[in-house]
């Protein structure tokens, strides 16, 4: 999807930096919408929806970089990917 195994292919950062990555991209995003909920000590940050959407596109494409480094082509990546979204996705449907 967008390139994103042939992207992490040529960007030199370790699973372990990728890791770390998703963990700040995280915060980012939790910054964000604790900002637009109001939450207390917060709210001040003046963050809006439009700041949640790009801050959850950054986690998602840090996680899927770590996908696509733990596989070893981009066949693998493609049917890991689709694989797990229709297992999990199913899973959670069940709940
Ligand atoms: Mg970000």
Redesign the pocket.
């Known amino acids: 999807m967008f390139n994103i195994f042939e992207l992490t292919q040529k960007d030199p950062k370790t699973l372990q930096e990728r890791a770390l990555k998703l963990a700040e991209?995280a915060g980012?995003l939790a910054q964000a919408v604790l900002s637009v909920t109001g939450a207390p000590g917060s709210g001040y940050k003046n963050h809006s929806l439009a700041d949640v959407r790009?801050?959850a596109v950054?986690a998602a494409i840090v996680a899927l970089s770590i996908l696509a480094q733990a596989c070893s082509s981009r066949e693998e990546f493609d049917t890991e990917l689709e694989r797990f979204m229709t297992l999990k996705c199913a899973k959670w449907r069940e709940n």
Do not use: P, T, Y
């Open positions: 991209e980012e790009e801050e950054d």
